[in-house]
């Protein structure tokens, strides 16, 4: 019997004697998904092969104040090893696995013609997945427009991408939709337009002048909103195509993805429930708000006024009720307060989002954008507000993932127990009524990261990047990821699971 046989055993047996609270996976529907997630440009490597073409994210990791992060020019080199990756998830039990297709690697001028070599290397993929049961969810967009639609009039602030999206979305949903019943159309469609166009923390780094970031271009106070405005009226084109074109055929559902920090009051003072509720307004109800009720929160109106766009009577209509379902990026939780603290991670400096947002947001415990702990109550408060507030949506928790040192160690109970932790959070939420249908873990491998590159790691499973076969080694938790998935062991104690790394073999790289 093989050492992890062993220790599922020891595992089942020590739950089932210690901890009442424990639970399986078959605590869960048997329709909801448990999968891991990856992008594009994070995995796929190939950069210059077989017809792919530069994209925004190409430009900016390359050209842009990235200090020491490297890019994603390898990466993991998915686009070679998809085939022992999906062997990978098939030995793991993974049952969905979430990946992007890169837009200038299918239409390398980001319109016309096909690039016959992306488009077998999608279907292929899309085939080895389906061949070993496991449910692919597609993102359509993850950070990397091509290049030349940006060149050309500027990408997500030019109402010329609704166009140009709704036609790539329009090849990818012909060519591949038979196999793919769920699609996200823009990834953390939230963070994507502040990152991108008000931080300059994400490509294509626009931002106004400031001390922190070295932005060429970008006006903060006008461009988030901007693109923010045809983030959502993209998909919205893109999911009226699909409905009227495709969904009564192939069936599958069609969502945006939304970034969702947890957000809590610093104290409980008045004052800092006001200020969390306004931030949620924010952060959330900026994207929620449209796709369910096709209008903008009436104190973002209030506040950002005439730099707001406005939605036309047929816009309104058309975002409206054009998402399936949302999706979740959550990591970790903040404080919020109305007060300036002594630390804050987006204090009200300059222009833009956060000092329209007018509140302040403080790490919880240790946790920054970069290294942050397990606060699944968080996770928990995201969606009771989203049941509550906006209709109770079915919802899928996209990515969901927890960043150590890279190469610091195989023994990842850290990531464990933030995993099972978060799985736990998800559960007690369906039991109060949140129509949550799955579950995503980021990541399925080491990959290159958007803030860190390869300073930090995410992946169940660790990659060699000093190896030219980008070598994969399980980590502890692709093994306990194992076990869940197969309904062999139960979710663990903290005591459990230190148990459990004490039986490992191998502890360190």
Not at 43 to 52: L, N, P, Q, S, Y
Not at 64 to 87: A, C, M, P, Q
Not at 261 to 288: C, V
Request: net charge negative.
């Amino acid at each position: 019997m093989k050492l992890y046989s062993l220790l599922s055993v020891f595992l089942v047996i020590l739950l089932a004697t210690s901890d009442s609270d424990a639970f399986t996976r078959n605590n869960f529907p048997k329709d909801f998904l448990f999968g891991a997630a990856t992008s594009a440009y994070q995995w796929e490597g190939a950069v210059a092969e077989d017809g792919r073409t530069p994209s925004v994210w190409d430009t900016f990791s390359h050209t842009y104040n990235r200090g020491n992060l490297g890019n994603g020019d390898i990466t993991s080199d998915g686009y070679h090893k998809y085939k022992e990756d999906v062997k990978l998830m098939a030995e793991m039990g993974l049952e969905s696995f979430r990946f992007s297709i890169s837009w200038s690697r299918l239409i390398p001028n980001g319109r016309g013609l096909i690039n016959p070599k992306g488009l077998l290397f999608y279907k292929n993929l899309i085939k080895e997945l389906i061949s070993h049961g496991i449910e692919p969810h597609v993102t359509l967009y993850h950070y990397d427009l091509p290049q030349s639609l940006e060149d050309e009039y500027g990408g997500w602030i030019n109402r010329k991408i609704i166009e140009d999206f709704t036609a790539y979305a329009d090849v990818c949903f012909r060519e591949f939709g038979e196999d793919v019943k769920l699609w996200t159309t823009i990834n953390e469609a939230t963070i994507f337009a502040i990152g991108s166009y008000d931080q300059g923390t994400a490509p294509p780094g626009h931002c106004s002048p400031n001390k922190f970031v070295n932005c060429s271009t970008g006006n903060s106070s006008t461009e988030p909103y901007i693109a923010g405005h045809n983030i959502l009226l993209a998909h919205a084109s893109a999911s009226k195509l699909y409905k009227l074109k495709y969904k009564s055929k192939q069936k599958g559902s069609i969502g945006l993805s939304i970034f969702a920090l947890g957000l809590s009051p610093y104290t409980n003072s008045k004052d800092d429930e006001i200020a969390t509720q306004r931030a949620k307004t924010f952060l959330y109800g900026w994207m929620l708000k449209p796709l369910v009720f096709g209008d903008y929160p009436d104190e973002m109106k209030k506040t950002v006024g005439s730099r707001l766009p406005v939605f036309s009577e047929e816009e309104s209509e058309q975002v409206k009720g054009s998402s399936d379902f949302i999706g979740i990026i959550h990591y970790t939780t903040f404080y919020v307060t109305n007060h300036q603290p002594s630390a804050s991670l987006f204090p009200s400096m300059g222009e833009g989002f956060f000092k329209d947002m007018g509140v302040y947001i403080i790490p919880t415990g240790n946790s920054s954008f970069l290294v942050w702990e397990a606060t699944p109550w968080g996770l928990e408060g995201i969606l009771e507000y989203i049941k509550q507030s906006y209709n109770n949506p079915p919802v899928y928790i996209l990515e969901n993932g927890m960043p150590m040192v890279r190469d610091s160690t195989l023994q990842d109970t850290q990531r464990i127990e933030y995993i099972q932790a978060y799985i736990d959070a998800v559960l007690n939420a369906m039991k109060n009524g949140s129509d949550t249908r799955g579950y995503f873990v980021w990541s399925m491998v080491d990959m290159y990261e958007i803030l860190s590159g390869y300073t930090t790691s995410f992946g169940m499973y660790h990659v060699n990047f000093s190896d030219p076969g980008r070598k994969r080694t399980p980590k502890l938790s692709a093994s306990w990821y194992t076990g869940f998935l197969n309904g062999t062991i139960d979710v663990a104690s903290q005591d459990t699971i230190q148990l459990w790394s004490n039986f490992s073999v191998s502890s360190s790289l």
